[in-house]
């Protein structure tokens, strides 16, 4: 089996984030970039596998600057076998939809039977390029999965819903995310250090995918948080029972 999982660098969620003013995009400092924690669990649920079949093929795949190679070479490290870094400057600030015809042209030839990703990225928390690259790539898509199967026919899982549990599954090849149910990720070793150098790294521009680098939304306009104001104050008089209630209703909290 051939697996690919979609990782991404994103700002460490331990420090603040910050919206640089002059290109309305993330401040994505080289040095505090780290392996989004949910594609680290879809790396993990990928390694599971080949834990189980040596002959299991796991690819890690990414579009970012220079620094998401460092990404990459940690995902190696763990035990992925090889990656792809779409690298670009012209895809600098690129949105979703440029971002998601890009991923589509890098994985459209690589045969894969699986693709894993997770649900949301913190940095964009969108939650939408999975089910556009389904689109592009026509192949099934089972979205936020909370535990997931896979054997020789197919993959199924489940995945919770305010409506309850829904048991979902596709054939091969198919595309899946995973939420934060999945297990963390495991901790490199000092043998899959010293491998990762050696495992090989495709670098692919824009041009190579045959992809225009242009993105059809930008943004116009950024607004600092607005300060929190201070809550309502019910002070008990005899009716505190009453007002609480009203304002609950008011805000269809009950």
């Given at each position: 089996?051939?697996?690919?999982?979609l990782?991404?660098?994103?700002?460490?969620t331990?420090?603040?984030?910050?919206?640089?003013?002059?290109?309305?995009?993330v401040?994505r400092?080289a040095?505090?970039q780290?392996?989004?924690?949910?594609?680290?669990?879809?790396?993990e649920?990928?390694?599971?596998?080949?834990?189980?079949?040596?002959?299991?093929?796991?690819?890690?795949?990414?579009?970012?600057p220079?620094?998401?190679?460092?990404?990459?070479?940690?995902?190696?490290?763990?035990?992925?076998?090889?990656?792809?870094?779409?690298?670009?400057?012209?895809?600098?600030?690129?949105?979703?939809?440029?971002?998601?015809?890009?991923?589509?042209a890098?994985?459209?030839d690589?045969g894969?039977?699986?693709?894993?990703?997770?649900?949301?990225?913190?940095?964009?928390?969108?939650?939408?390029?999975?089910?556009?690259?389904?689109?592009?790539?026509?192949?099934?898509?089972?979205?936020?999965?909370?535990?997931?199967?896979?054997?020789?026919?197919?993959?199924?899982?489940?995945?919770?819903s305010?409506?309850?549990?829904?048991?979902?599954?596709?054939?091969?090849?198919?595309?899946?995310?995973?939420?934060?149910?999945?297990?963390?990720?495991?901790?490199?070793n000092?043998?899959?250090i010293?491998?990762?150098?050696?495992?090989?790294?495709?670098?692919?521009?824009?041009?190579?995918?045959?992809?225009?680098?242009?993105?059809?939304?930008?943004v116009?306009?950024i607004?600092?948080?607005?300060?929190?104001?201070?809550?309502?104050?019910?002070?008990?008089?005899?009716?505190?029972?009453?007002?609480?209630?009203?304002?609950l209703?008011?805000?269809?909290?009950?």
């Open positions: 089996m051939k697996i690919v999982v990782i991404k660098a994103v700002p460490d331990a420090d603040e984030r910050i919206l640089d003013p002059q290109t309305y995009r401040d400092d040095s505090d780290i392996i989004d924690e949910i594609t680290e669990r879809a790396l649920l990928a390694l599971s596998v080949k834990d189980r079949d040596k002959t299991t093929e796991v690819i890690v795949a990414t579009m970012g220079a620094h998401a190679n460092k990404a990459i070479r940690k995902a190696l490290s763990m035990g992925a076998d090889s990656g792809i870094h779409v690298l670009d400057d012209a895809l600098i600030g690129a949105d979703l939809v440029l971002t998601a015809a890009t991923l589509a890098a994985l459209r690589l894969a039977e699986l693709i894993i990703a997770g649900n949301e990225s913190t940095d964009g928390r969108a939650g939408m390029l999975p089910a556009m690259l389904s689109e592009h790539l026509g192949l099934p898509l089972l979205g936020s999965l909370t535990t997931a199967e896979m054997s020789a026919q197919g993959i199924s899982g489940q995945r919770q305010e409506a309850g549990t829904q048991e979902v599954n596709a054939a091969y090849p198919a595309i899946i995310t995973v939420t934060e149910r999945f297990a963390e990720a495991r901790f490199p000092f043998k899959g010293l491998g990762a150098k050696r495992k090989p790294v495709t670098t692919k521009s824009a041009a190579e995918l045959g992809v225009g680098a242009r993105s059809l939304s930008t116009a306009q607004l600092p948080r607005p300060a929190r104001s201070a809550g309502a104050k019910i002070i008990d008089d005899g009716q505190g029972a009453d007002e609480l209630i009203t304002f209703t008011a805000r269809h909290l009950i």
